[in-house]
Nanobody, 124 residues
Framework: QVQLVESGGGLVQSGGSLRLSCVAS????????VGWFRQAPGMEREFVAF???????YYIDSVKGRFTISRDNAKNTVYLQMNSLKPDDTAVYYC??????????????????WGQGTQVTVSS
């Protein structure tokens, strides 16, 4: 059984930064891609970013240039560095392990393990 635990959320002012971490159990974590999703109040969960097993990233347009996804396979950890935060970034952020090593997908069914989420609140 794989467990994912997110941390690093909090309250920040518009323009500020946060770094989210996603720590996974399991020795094969480095074989898989990982995605970050977010869910704002009253909204559907939204795909945000993706990193392949080889570190190749993908971002949705609204976060390009502001968010950076990275991974440290030795620590079984994926990070999401979020800069220039906006109130529209307010959401619960989730990490999820992809069923694939490198196939970029924003479809939730392509991910088999999910964390519990961490709240990010950006004040104006």
């Amino acid at each position: 059984q794989v467990q994912l635990v997110e941390s690093g959320g909090g309250l920040v002012q518009s323009g500020g930064s946060l770094r989210l971490s996603c720590v996974a159990s399991g020795r094969t974590f480095s074989w898989y891609a990982v995605g970050w999703f977010r869910q704002a109040p009253g909204m559907e969960r939204e795909f945000v970013a993706f990193i392949g097993w080889n570190g190749v990233p993908y971002y949705i347009d609204s976060v390009k240039g502001r968010f950076t996804i990275s991974r440290d396979n030795a620590k079984n950890t994926v990070y999401l560095q979020m800069n220039s935060l906006k109130p529209d970034d307010t959401a619960v952020y989730y990490c999820a392990r992809s069923r694939s090593a490198s196939y970029v997908s924003g479809v939730e069914s392509e991910y088999d393990y999910w964390g519990q989420g961490t709240q990010v609140t950006v004040s104006s």
